[in-house]
């Protein structure tokens, strides 16, 4: 298998979900008919290359209508996704998680979340998935009764690297308009850019509601993580290679896990791996034996 075989894809995909070059020479975004489609991933609506629609924002302003219909596609998008993979699409084909383990690859000294900080924040996503996402476009309304993507709007630093930036540096007519938000949302995206440096995908960690609304079927989608309890020797190295703070030999389809794989390459028994419906995805050929293997106590 390639070394380098999720990296790959992660950016063959985010070329591929961005592929409307014209849109950046022109400083306008795609709007024809694949726009309607969702992609699994983030991916801005708002980016001049984007050729579909991210599944957030199409959540959040489907229950911004004044008439507030409920969003069966995306919905069941969303649901049919989760259910098949899990959080699978957040270790390989998100574009900005890319960026965020790229960062993280800066040699600095990196920062170590004390559990008892670190297991409180991860509910922050699903905060935002609930009232950010869902809650206030659904219920807040405007004297026209329309609502308002609050996340789009506020927070999401995925719309302001690829569409708010871009749009500000290929339209002149757009930067004596620029106010606070933008410089807010620029904020917010500096700061997930700094904190990666330091700290392993901060944002998939605490923020994001898209891998929320994953994890929400982690432990029952199709696509699994499997530990083989006889040839499993409880040596610690999955939990030391997992980036997501996960023990993946305990809970192996904890909902923290973005099913990256970086575990089962590391396991001197092969003791993981990933299940189809029960079956093997690319069985492992069980290790021999090594010397001085460091179990855990």
Known sequence: M???LRKIIQIVWGVLTNIHIKGFFQGKIYTGPLKRFCVPGMNCYSCPGAIG??????LSSALTARNRKFPFYVLGF???VG??????????L???GLLEELLYKIPTPKLHIPEKIDRPLRYLKYLVLVVL???LPLFYRDDYGSGLPFFCE????VGTLEGGVPLVLLNDVLRPALGWLFRWKFLILILCVLSSVFIYRPFCKYLCPLGAFYALFQRVSVVKLKVDAAACVNCGACGKACGMNVDPHKTPNSTECIRCGECTKVCPKGALSFTAAGRELSPKKRKEPVKHENKAD
Request: glycine share 12%.
């Open 154 to 157: 506020f927070l999401c630093p």
């Open 133 to 135: 996402v869902i809650g």
């Open 2 to 4: 390639v070394k380098h």
């Open 78 to 80: 969303m649901i049919t």
């Open 94 to 96: 998100c574009v900005f």
């Open 83 to 92: 259910v098949l993979v899990g959080r699978f699409i957040c270790g390989w």
């Open 53 to 58: 629609a991210c599944p957030i924002g199409a």
